[in-house]
């Protein structure tokens, strides 16, 4: 604890630290003089005291500034974990609570950005090394160049391009760079649309779609819209078992739409419900990995929802599995 940490005024402790000084060189002239001391001395021995007086007084107010700027230098070096010990409850103070609260805040995004080029790294390494496997086989002439071979190279080819175009989107949206583009959307032809993507892409689950009234529409931007939709099927179709349910319902709800997408899969751990909305977050890896999954699917949907001014949560589905619900105002921002 400072002298002078218990002020919650930068104006009052300066006052203080003045008043202060003031009364020293005073005090030491009246002594000094009954003393019988020279001008000159009792002038030079008031200065004096009253500079260590201020010294020790003001040394509260000054060092927590010192702390930053040697904290700001570190920061500038790469190094999060410096402190400033913030005591006091004047200005300087809140600042070096603020200051603080902010090496705190860009320690947690130099993790994710770390985080994320490591993860990148790694699901980029995938396809790529597969990639490069084939097409070496191709070269040296262990394999020969039929449709097989190519389909593969294919395959893996475009894994590579939706991955990137995944990370560019994310980048784009958490930047706030995105924008939408609203219109109104009939949700009945949208989402009947939206599953027969589905079916063309040979998912064996069963769909169903139950649209209430058969004219309810949102005003949202239906390219965005679509991209949650079918991430949202995507996920679920992944999940599902063969066979299995996946069912598209929509509803108005208090000021604008509910959209929900129920599965029959293994449900998410009411624990693990906020982290599947992670980047690169995948509750059952080995499969997502198989598939071509990335684990961006529903972080890009949740930034997408969030554009639009709703909220995306995961809940139970009854009797099991998991339903995703995307709640949309009528007319988004």
Do not use: W
């Not at 293994?266 to 690169?280: H, L, M, N």
């Not at 997408?304 to 988004?332: F, K, W, Y």
Request: proline content about 5%; aromatic content about 2%; hydrophobic content about 45%.
């Amino acid at each position: 604890m400072r002298p002078l940490d218990p002020l919650r005024s930068i104006k009052v402790k300066l006052g203080v630290v003045i008043v202060t000084a003031v009364v020293t060189a005073f005090v030491v002239n009246e002594i000094g003089f009954r003393l019988d001391y020279t001008f000159k001395v009792r002038v030079v021995v008031a200065i004096a005291l009253s500079l260590v007086m201020v010294q020790l007084m003001a040394s509260g107010m000054t060092s927590p500034l010192r702390e930053m700027a040697a904290a700001a230098r570190a920061m500038a070096r790469g190094d999060y974990t410096r402190r400033v010990r913030a005591t006091s409850r004047d200005e300087v103070g809140e600042l070096a609570r603020a200051f603080n609260r902010m090496a705190t805040e860009l320690a947690a995004v130099d993790r994710q950005r770390r985080d994320l080029v490591a993860n990148a790294s790694h699901e980029l390494r995938t396809p790529i090394t597969a990639l490069q496997a084939l097409l070496e086989n191709l070269v040296d002439g262990v394999e020969q160049p039929n449709p097989h071979t190519l389909r593969v190279a294919l395959a893996q080819t475009e894994r590579l391009g939706q991955l990137v175009g995944q990370l560019l989107d994310l980048s784009l949206l958490e930047s706030g760079g995105a924008r939408v583009e609203p219109q109104p959307v009939a949700l009945r032809g949208f989402v009947e649309q939206a599953l027969h993507e589905v079916e063309l892409a040979g998912r064996d689950v069963r769909l169903t779609a139950d649209v209430q009234p058969v004219d309810l529409a949102v005003t949202a931007d239906p390219a965005r819209l679509h991209q949650v939709l079918a991430n949202l099927l995507d996920n679920a179709s992944r999940h599902s078992p063969p066979g299995g349910v996946v069912a598209v319902q929509a509803r108005p709800h208090a000021d604008g739409v509910r959209l929900s997408v129920s599965d029959d899969g293994p449900g998410i751990p009411a624990a693990e419900r906020d982290r599947v909305f992670e980047r690169f977050s995948r509750l059952d890896g080995g499969r997502a990995v198989r598939e071509g999954g990335a684990g961006l699917g529903l972080a890009i949907a949740r930034e997408v929802v969030e554009l639009h001014g709703g909220a995306l949560r995961a809940e139970d589905n009854t009797p099991s599995g998991c339903r995703m619900v995307v709640d949309l105002p009528v007319r988004s921002r």
